[in-house]
Antibody
Framework: QITLKESGPTLVKPTQTLTLTCTFS??????????VGWIRQPPGKALEWLAL???????RYSPSLKSRLTITKDTSKNQVVLTMTNMDPVDTATYYC??????????????WGQGTLVTVSS | QSALTQPASVSGSPGQSITISCTGT?????????VSWYQQHPGKAPKLMIY???NRPSGVSNRFSGSKSGNTASLTISGLQAEDEADYYC??????????FGGGTKLTVL
């Protein structure tokens, strides 16, 4: 059974750096084809893809946020960490991590964490 | 990267069918079969409903189906039920090796 859970601060101040951890079980991030992604959702708004890390340590970032994001993995701890620098109130959102699976023809997010609400305010 | 275009809202009565469209470009929806659909109930995490344009994960009702024509993908829900009331998001891989979501559609079951 695959599960993921996000953890990190619920409140950060403007200009600070946010560090979120995704702790997962039921799969290994060293297995070929596997990935873990981060997605966020501002209150009342749409989902926004942030970053993805693959089993081979390849990384992909949202073009609009690339300069502020870093995604890393610790395979031994079954964790993926996302850092976002220079936080702003517009970054207030629920942040989700999700397991990326692939069929023979495409890839998709089949398991999601419960999400963690991060508020940016002074 | 622009979000995929979805109608803000759709509605239908129990038992009816509805279709939600998701329009992109040849650089995303039209160029790949990496279209997936997610259902999100209030306060809950998104749930995968369709992948590979038209495939259903195990456990998802066969009332949900997906298709694609050109740069537009569609999600159809037949035999609407009260529990289908939720937000729905499409997603696609892009030519820039990234993923983009749609703006979301709120489904109301009348």
């Amino acid at each position: 059974q695959i599960t993921l859970k996000e953890s990190g601060p619920t409140l950060v101040k403007p200009t600070q750096t946010l560090t979120l951890t995704c702790t997962f079980s039921g799969f290994s991030l060293s297995t070929s084809g596997v990935g873990v992604g981060w997605i966020r959702q501002p209150p009342g708004k749409a989902l926004e893809w942030l970053a993805l890390i693959y089993w081979d340590d390849d990384k992909r970032y949202s073009p609009s946020l690339k300069s502020r994001l870093t995604i890393t993995k610790d395979t031994s701890k079954n964790q993926v960490v996302l850092t976002m620098t220079n936080m702003d109130p517009v970054d207030t959102a629920t942040y989700y991590c999700a397991h990326r699976a692939c069929s023979s023809t495409s890839c998709y997010l089949d398991y999601w964490g419960q999400g963690t609400l991060v508020t940016v305010s002074s | 990267q622009s979000a995929l275009t979805q109608p803000a809202s759709v509605s239908g009565s129990p038992g009816q069918s509805i279709t939600i469209s998701c329009t992109g470009t040849s650089s995303d929806v039209g160029g790949y079969n990496y279209v997936s659909w997610y259902q999100q109930h209030p306060g809950k995490a998104p749930k995968l409903m369709i992948y590979d344009v038209s495939n259903r994960p195990s456990g998802v009702s066969n009332r949900f189906s997906g298709s694609k024509s050109g740069n537009t993908a569609s999600l159809t829900i037949s035999g609407l039920q009260a529990e289908d009331e939720a937000d729905y998001y499409c997603s696609s891989y892009t030519s820039s090796s990234f993923v983009v979501f749609g703006g979301g559609t709120k489904l109301t079951v009348l």
